[in-house]
């Protein structure tokens, strides 16, 4: 059973950085993904970036318009951890953001199985 735990949000002006942290833990090789999505109120769910593999290469990696340049995924495997960094935030970019490991053969489509349970982001 894998457990996700999410943390570094918080309350930034607009222009400013933030860095989320999703710790992993009872990983298994079944997981080959990880994303992060994010839910403001009223508003769907959107997946704002999702890489695949240990090494998370870089030319397979996804990102939604919305934060395409802004945001990078990435991963510390000797620490079970999944980070992304946000950069030039915009208050559009308020919302809870949640962490997800699941599975798929591209990080576009991949299936999400295991929900942290999400940290606030707040931009003014």
């Known amino acids: 059973h894998v457990q996700l735990v999410e943390s570094g949000g918080g309350s930034v002006q607009a222009g400013g950085s933030l860095r989320l942290s999703c710790a992993a833990s009872?990983?298994?090789?079944?997981?080959?993904?990880m994303g992060w999505f994010r839910q403001a109120p009223g508003k769907e769910r959107e997946g704002v970036a999702a890489?695949?593999?240990?090494?998370?290469?870089?030319?397979?990696?996804y990102y939604s318009d919305s934060v395409k340049g802004r945001f990078t995924i990435s991963r510390d495997n000797a620490k079970n951890t999944v980070y992304l960094q946000m950069n030039s935030l915009k208050p559009e970019d308020t919302a809870m953001y949640y962490c997800?490991?699941?599975?798929?053969?591209?990080?576009?489509?991949?299936?999400?199985?295991?929900w942290g349970q999400g940290t606030q982001v707040t931009v003014s």
């Open positions: 997800a490991a699941g599975s798929g053969l591209e990080a576009r489509s991949c299936t999400y199985n295991y």
């Open positions: 009872g990983y298994t090789y079944s997981s080959n993904c």
């Open positions: 890489a695949r593999d240990r090494n998370f290469l870089a030319a397979g990696r």
